[in-house]
């Protein structure tokens, strides 16, 4: 109970296995052009899983079918992957979590495939933005709710919204542990962060309203209004003086 505060030991570990993720991450990037389907680049993380000898902590959770979620254009999260064909300007989030000896961290980045629109790039960019603003405040001493408030800002000063149905957490021996936390809210709230804490801050930010809704599936997370949507997402390190991204290289 309570937020787990990784031990040195533990630290590298995690470490290790956010070195595998991003590099996973970067090596699908490659394979994310027009005329695949979201169901060959799942074929694809597999074989990526295999290759690093790591597990996937998404495949079975809560039944979740898949070891990605690969959310197009206005899907906000937990697209399951399809039949569906990758086109010409869409914007594709692919978010996936890996199990290296026991220990898991949890990303996503959303693609620009060919041209996208102008208001699509902006999306991508404030919501990449928005994660570094948050992540920067996971530093010991900080207030937990200070990412939060950081995120909802950077957002909604370029006008768009911050979803307000799904939530950044805690990561580590578990995919979602304490704490879990708002991508909007109060500085100077929440508990303190300490030095070994393992946070996977996840915005996702939609072009118009926040509002989402839940497809037949039970996963697919669409915008209500069908306007398009961004997700960024790393599993950083709460450090002394300041923060590590361990799941992508610096
Ligand atoms: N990054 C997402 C989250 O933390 C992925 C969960 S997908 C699931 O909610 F399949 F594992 F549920
Ligand atoms: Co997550």
Redesign the pocket.
Known sequence: MGIHIKSEKEILLMRDSGKVLSDILSEIEKKIVVGITTFEIEMELRKLLKKNKVKSPFLGYRGYPAVSCISVNEVVVHGIPSDYIIKDGDIVSV?M?VNYRGFIT?A?RTFLVGNVSKEGIKLVDVTKRSFYEGAKMAVEGNHLYDISFMIQKTVEKEGFSIVRDFV??G?GRR??EEPFFQNFGEKGKGPILKYGMCL?V?PMVNQGTYRIKILKDGWTAVTEDGKLSAHY?NTVLVGKDTFEILTEKN
């Open positions: 978010d979590g949890d996503a950044s957490h990561v995919l979602h996977a996840e997402e």
